[in-house]
């Protein structure tokens, strides 16, 4: 899209370079160049200053961004992630901070939020005191409102002007959603769910993820499914956020995700 780097690009940069692999018990780093191996794709300066790839220190493989010639405390590095985060979400957000010209002075990760016609929105995540001694981890977990997200930056300010910023290894890692649906990968077979009018409920090995997924053979018409009952789980004038994949028996079709209240008489 657009010509940008695909993630595998970075992937093989930090390879090639012997770059330490990712947690695999964590969630996926949706940061392609986390650790500023191919250069300074992704990051810009929020306010003034001058943006450069410092080679004398990094605080994993050979590279760090430097941010020189701040003019306010709240000038930074700056990484954009609109693309890569989704309303009514919640993200584990982390990088590493050194600075220069200074003994000591505190570092802020702060996102900056903006939704369709509002204000943006500072939220700061996670403050530390920095020095140029060694690199501090700056962690915090960035919540996303419920609405047309515009622009969303991450942002790392709070040193006087004069001192040069370096930011290494940030990740950003999507909080799983706590599920209300039991079973809601079919590992238990079809156990709390059932055939939403004529069809025969089972399950199949062609799974998204896991051992099995549930199918539903035999249907009658375009609105026989698969169903879950959830009165039990969910509150009246509560929002709730649904997602599922799904797979069709043909080459393509229209499919949808569709809720309904029933009662004693339809069911």
């Known amino acids: 899209a657009e010509y940008q780097k695909k993630p595998a690009y970075f992937g093989y940069v930090d390879g090639f370079l012997g770059g330490p692999l990712d947690n695999p ?26 943006l450069s790839t410092d080679t004398s220190h990094a605080h994993t493989g050979l590279r760090s961004a430097r941010v020189s010639g701040r003019t306010e405390t709240s000038h930074g590095p700056s ?12 993200y584990e957000v982390s990088t590493w901070v050194m600075l220069a010209g200074a003994t000591s002075e505190a570092a802020t990760l702060s996102a900056l939020v903006t939704c369709a016609g509002a204000e943006p929105v500072r939220s700061p995540l996670a403050s530390a005191s920095a020095d140029a001694a060694s690199w501090v981890e700056l962690a915090g977990t960035l919540s996303l409102p419920n609405c047309n997200l515009e622009n969303v930056v991450l942002h790392v300010e709070g040193p006087a002007a004069t001192v040069d910023v370096l930011v290494d290894d940030l990740a950003l890692r999507e909080v799983p959603l706590p599920s209300l ?12 769910w059932f055939a939403f009018g004529p069809a025969v409920l089972g399950t199949t090995l062609d799974a998204h993820g896991g051992d099995q997924a549930a199918i539903a053979t035999g249907r009658t018409d ?46």
């Open 222 to 267: 375009t609105w026989n499914g698969i169903a879950v009952d959830l009165t039990t789980k969910v509150a009246p004038r509560a929002s709730y956020l649904a997602e599922a994949w799904m797979k069709v028996g043909t080459a393509s079709d229209t499919v949808a995700a569709s809720w309904s209240p029933l009662t004693a008489a339809s069911v």
């Open 25 to 50: 018990a964590l969630a996926p780093n949706r940061i392609g160049n986390s650790s500023l191996e191919a250069g300074l794709d992704g990051w810009s300066v929020t306010g003034s200053g001058q």
């Open 79 to 90: 990484h954009d992630i609109s693309s890569l985060v989704a309303p009514a979400r919640d």
């Open 181 to 192: 649906i039991d079973n809601p990968d079919f590992e238990s077979g079809t156990d709390g």
